[in-house]
């Protein structure tokens, strides 16, 4: 594929309900990373994968949030019971080998808008 | 813990002008990375830095990695409209961890 792709585009969910957020990267590349932007802030960090295994979970904000990559391509980031506080873009950005010296492709994001 | 800092948030210039954005670490840092981010788009990876006191340019963006690898700029001659955006820095701090991205510096172009 030509870039990273990321779907749904927008997302209304209801106070409470679960949402699914899906990733596909660039095909091969090792690394995925997801990221939460709020209006108006830079990419906050929430997990890193690389390829099917999950290294880093560290800025998954609460339990709620959860995100996997079972055969180390395609990534999803499930959130339950969201609240409005969830609300912001989520990016998600592929490398081709692991984190360090490597540039990020990002995807044009999730925007999710919980009411 | 880790924070990375970007001045200023906002900067309206002339078409012409020159415009920096700076950015300062908490802590050393073994990388930075700049990206910018067209409004209603995501983020577009620019450069990244490694060596201290490294300078790298492209065309009419001047990047730089200080001394002590916790600050960096970036510096554009002669701003175009085309220059619009929001554009970030994103530091390491080892080389297995995340990184941290600043808040970022909107820029604004005044025809």
């Known amino acids: 594929g030509a870039g990273v792709s990321q779907s749904p585009r927008y997302k209304v969910a209801k106070r409470g309900q679960d949402v699914a957020l899906r990733c596909d990267p660039i095909s091969g590349h090792v690394s995925l990373f997801w990221y939460q932007q709020a209006l108006g802030q830079g990419p906050e960090f929430l997990t890193y994968?690389?390829?099917?295994?999950?290294?880093?979970k560290s800025g998954l904000p609460s339990d709620r949030f959860f995100a996997e990559r079972p055969e180390g391509s395609v990534s999803t980031l499930k959130i339950q019971r969201t609240q409005q506080e969830d609300s912001a873009v989520y990016l998600c950005?592929?490398?081709?080998?692991?984190?360090?010296?490597?540039?990020?492709?990002f995807g044009p994001g999730t925007r999710l808008t919980v009411l | 813990g880790q924070q990375v800092m970007q001045i200023p948030q906002y900067q309206h210039v002339q078409e012409g002008e020159d415009f920096t954005t700076y950015c300062n670490s908490s802590?050393?840092?073994?990388?930075i990375q700049w990206y910018k981010q067209r409004p209603g788009g995501h983020p577009v990876f620019l450069i990244q830095l490694v060596k201290s006191g490294e300078v790298k340019k492209q065309k009419r963006l001047t990047f730089q990695f200080g001394e002590a690898k916790k600050n960096s700029s970036l510096h554009i001659t002669a701003t175009q409209t085309t220059d619009v955006g929001t554009y970030f820095c994103?530091?390491?701090?080892?080389?297995?961890?995340?990184?941290?991205f600043g808040k970022g510096t909107r820029l604004h172009i005044l025809p």
């Open positions: 994968f690389q390829n099917e295994a999950q290294l880093d």
């Open positions: 950005a592929s490398s081709l080998v692991q984190i360090i010296y490597n540039e990020q492709f």
């Open positions: 802590t050393t840092l073994s990388n």
């Open positions: 994103a530091g390491q701090m080892n080389r297995d961890d995340k990184i941290i």
